[in-house]
């Protein structure tokens, strides 16, 4: 007893900072739950995401946090000199790849990328676990964290492929081309809850150390069960889906290339105009790569995009703008880890700032 008085109390470790931090995860959830709600006012919460939607997700998110990559590698010089045999390779063998699996049909690239995508949503959710669980230097626990963010991820998506179909798709309709016995996710809901009742059992016994962590695993949890478990729209889906993991990515990305100001890159030139530039040509690309999408294969929004069309092109273009996407699930495999040159100190701010914000 004695012991637990006098030990010392280690400090809340974050990223950025606790704004920033808070901001990123806490106000991407919480984002999604206000759009939930305006979306229940509007009389759209159990149907088809309304186009606002699909621009403020989507484009405006989705899209461009993907492209939000380039930041990071191709207008990075330094970045591209330390590695250029990856950066040249990725997405050529993704067009090639992509090309294969058109030809095997269109429904068999949709699944592939559909599970691709999964992989890497998942992954990225583990990932801000381990950035957390590095910044603050944790040597145990590994373990119940991870089973926490992957029962997170994972147990929505065995209840999805349990109870098929559902009134929202990954990509496009029938890119689950499995079901699985509804027993399985019965079976697999007591284990859900219980890991997630022991990663908060255990991090309210020890005092909340590590916030950022707990509430990247809270916000994962409830999201994905609301989106996916709870609710059964692609509206929820879509906004419950693309905020959280699009929005913490943006800006890591551009608080990371911020904090490389010294390094002499095309990226640092344009992050000198500051966040508004930043976003501005995300969005610009963004649009560039959705309107190529809906005039060559969706025709859905000539509203917004025109009504011209690109004819005969489905084959080779499909793959082709699939290849940021591709690049994006598997670059981002490496450029965030410790060994291929990420160092941690540019996960925050200066020092003066860190310590007014604890």
């Not at 989705?62 to 990856?86: C, K, N, Q």
């Not at 030809?103 to 690239?109: E, H, Y």
């Not at 890591?252 to 930043?278: D, K, M, T």
């Not at 309107?291 to 995009?305: K, S, T, V, Y």
Request: aromatic share 16%.
């Amino acid at each position: 007893m004695t012991e637990l008085v006098l030990a010392p109390q280690r400090r809340a470790t974050w990223l950025f900072s606790r704004r920033i931090d808070l901001l990123a995860f806490g106000g991407s959830a919480l984002l999604s739950f206000v759009i939930l709600g305006i979306g229940a006012r509007a009389g759209v919460l159990h149907s088809e995401a309304p186009e606002w939607a699909w621009i403020g997700g989507v484009l405006l998110v989705d899209v461009a946090h993907v492209w939000s990559t380039i930041f990071r590698t191709y207008l990075d010089g330094a970045e591209l000199r330390r590695r250029p045999m990856l950066y040249s390779v990725v997405p050529i063998a993704a067009y090639l790849i992509g090309l294969v699996l058109y030809d095997a049909g269109a429904i068999v690239f949709w699944r592939c990328l559909a599970y691709l995508a999964i992989f890497h949503f998942i992954r990225q959710q583990y990932g801000w676990v381990a950035l957390y669980r590095n910044r603050a230097d944790e040597r145990s626990g590994r373990w119940i964290d991870m089973l926490a963010i992957y029962a997170a991820t994972l147990y929505p998506l065995l209840w999805w492929h349990a109870n098929l179909p559902r009134k929202f798709n990954w990509f496009v309709p029938n890119d689950f081309p499995f079901s699985i016995s509804s027993d399985v996710a019965t079976y697999a809901t007591p284990l859900y809850w219980a890991i997630l009742a022991l990663y908060a059992a255990r991090s309210i016994a020890q005092g909340f150390p590590n916030p950022g962590k707990d509430l990247v695993v809270g916000t994962t949890a409830l999201c994905w069960y609301v989106g996916i478990v709870a609710l059964n729209s692609d509206f929820a889906f879509t906004v419950t889906n693309v905020f959280i993991h699009g929005l913490p990515y943006i800006a890591l990305v551009y608080i990371y290339q911020r904090e490389r100001g010294e390094v002499a890159s095309a990226a640092n030139r344009i992050l000198r105009f500051g966040l508004p530039a930043f976003l501005m040509i995300l969005w610009v690309i963004a649009f560039a790569e959705e309107a190529l999408w809906d005039r060559a294969l969706w025709h859905e929004r000539a509203w917004l995009f025109g009504s011209w069309s690109i004819a005969s092109t489905e084959r080779w273009l499909v793959p082709l703008l699939a290849v940021p996407q591709i690049a994006h699930y598997v670059l981002d495999g490496f450029i965030w880890r410790r060994r291929y040159g990420v160092r941690p100190s540019l996960f925050t701010f200066s020092t003066s700032r860190r310590e007014s914000e604890k």
